[in-house]
Structure formats: structure tokens, C-alpha cells
């Protein structure tokens, strides 16, 4: 596979469920992202990781928990999420979050998440 | 804090139409901006990254064009077909603290009909 992959592609959950989104870069970039999509709003940049560090949390609230096992993998755990968290969330890949001439984001096809 | 606003927010064409999607921005100190197309519940697809040193970029039928001092871009669409309909996206990128970041506009839905 190629470029940057996102399982599910839907999911549907309650509000008392615990699931995860995955995010898999073949690029070999460094840093990875999370955006969250919703209806009549401008994406939103949720996390950020560079090189497995987590250095951007865009005051995004504890009940999504994002991982970075390594460079190519990226987690978004979710717990106790509420109806107005149903949105497409994102997930980006670049060389590297800190030097602008290497910032060019790749994008994966997006989990649409539905909470019921 | 920078904002990213794109005019119009929705624009239906007939086929064959040239067009132009609007960008603006509210801080010009960036270092590029990239247009992107999404289809329906899609990801991103780049189209043209312009530098801020640069004037313009082009792409077969699509050229778009970066006015830094006045916190403009367009992205020009020449001959539309019915497959450039989908939402067009403008995104600005700018230091943040200690990461780069994209910020993006709410995108243009443009429908090109047969």
C-alpha cells in the first residue's frame, strides 16, 4: 500500500463504547496529525506527533486519546464520546512538524465517526 | 490567529465555464498556501502548493495565483467538466508556536452540471 491509510473507513458507536481509529503512513515521514472535520466548519487540527512525540494538543478534550507507537502508525482512542463528536476525522502525514521546508501534508481518506 | 475565509461558499456552473474560487487570509506572514479538492466524505487531494515568494502556480486547467501583502489567492478552473465537482479547500501555512500548521478555510462546493 501506498500513502497514507485509515481504518475504518466508517464507524458507528455509543455513547458508552471504546474504539480506536488507525492511521498507517508509507511514506516514511516523521511526524503525523489528527484532524477532525465537521459539518460547516474548517477543519480542525487536533493533535500532532513529531517523531513519536506529542508536541500540539489543540485543547481537544480527554475522551479522545491519541498514541504514536512509531512513525508510521498513529492511534485515536475514543471513550464516552458525545452525539456533536460525529464528524470525519483525518489523519495527515509530513517529513517533519517543525521545518517549513518539509511540511507538506499528506492526507488518508478519513474515518467517518457516527455517535449515537 | 490566523483565519482563512473562501468566497463563495457554494457556486454551480454550467460545463465548459471558466472560474474563479476566492481565498483570503488574515495574517501574512506564511510561508505557503495549498489548494485542495475533497470529493464527498473523502480525504484531501492536493492540486497546487504556492511558495510565498511565488506569484502563481499552474496545473493543466488549474492556475492559481498568491498575493501575500494583500492576503489573496485564486484558484483559476479553465473549460469546467462535471468531475471538478467537489469542495475546493485553501489552506494557509504558518509558524505556530513550535509546530507548522495548516490553517483552512470551509471550502467552496462548486458543481459543475453536463
Known amino acids: 500500500e501506498t500513502g497514507v491509510t485509515q481504518t475504518p473507513r466508517h464507524l458507528v458507536m455509543g455513547m458508552t463504547n471504546k474504539k480506536s481509529l488507525k492511521c498507517e503512513q508509507h511514506l516514511g515521514h516523521n511526524a503525523m496529525y489528527w484532524y477532525k472535520q465537521s459539518a460547516k466548519k474548517p477543519l480542525e487540527l487536533m493533535f500532532v506527533?513529531?517523531?513519536?512525540?506529542?508536541?500540539e494538543n489543540n485543547s481537544v478534550p480527554s475522551r479522545f486519546s491519541p498514541e504514536c507507537p512509531n512513525s508510521s502508525h498513529l492511534f485515536l482512542h475514543l471513550h464516552t464520546l458525545q452525539p456533536e463528536d460525529s464528524a470525519l476525522y483525518l489523519c495527515?502525514?509530513?517529513?517533519?512538524?517543525?521545518?517549513?521546508?518539509?511540511?507538506?501534508?499528506?492526507f488518508g481518506p478519513g474515518t467517518r465517526l457516527t455517535v449515537t | 490567529k490566523q483565519e482563512v475565509t473562501q468566497i463563495p461558499a457554494a457556486l454551480s456552473v454550467p460545463e465548459g465555464e471558466n472560474l474563479v474560487l476566492n481565498c483570503s487570509f488574515t495574517d501574512s506572514a506564511i510561508y505557503n498556501l495549498q489548494w485542495f479538492r475533497q470529493d464527498p466524505g473523502k480525504g484531501l487531494t492536493s492540486l497546487l502548493l504556492?511558495?510565498?515568494?511565488?506569484r502563481e502556480q499552474t496545473s493543466g486547467r488549474l492556475n492559481a495565483s498568491l498575493d501575500k501583502s494583500s492576503g489573496r489567492s485564486t484558484l483559476y478552473i479553465a473549460a469546467s467538466q462535471p468531475g471538478d465537482s467537489a469542495t475546493y479547500l485553501c489552506a494557509v501555512f504558518y509558524s505556530g508556536g513550535s509546530n507548522y500548521k495548516l490553517t483552512f478555510g470551509k471550502g467552496t462546493l462548486l458543481t459543475v452540471n453536463p
Open positions: 504556492i511558495q510565498s515568494s511565488q
Open positions: 506527533y513529531n517523531f513519536k512525540e506529542q508536541t
Open positions: 495527515a502525514s509530513s517529513q517533519d512538524a517543525v521545518a517549513a521546508s518539509s511540511y507538506e501534508q499528506y
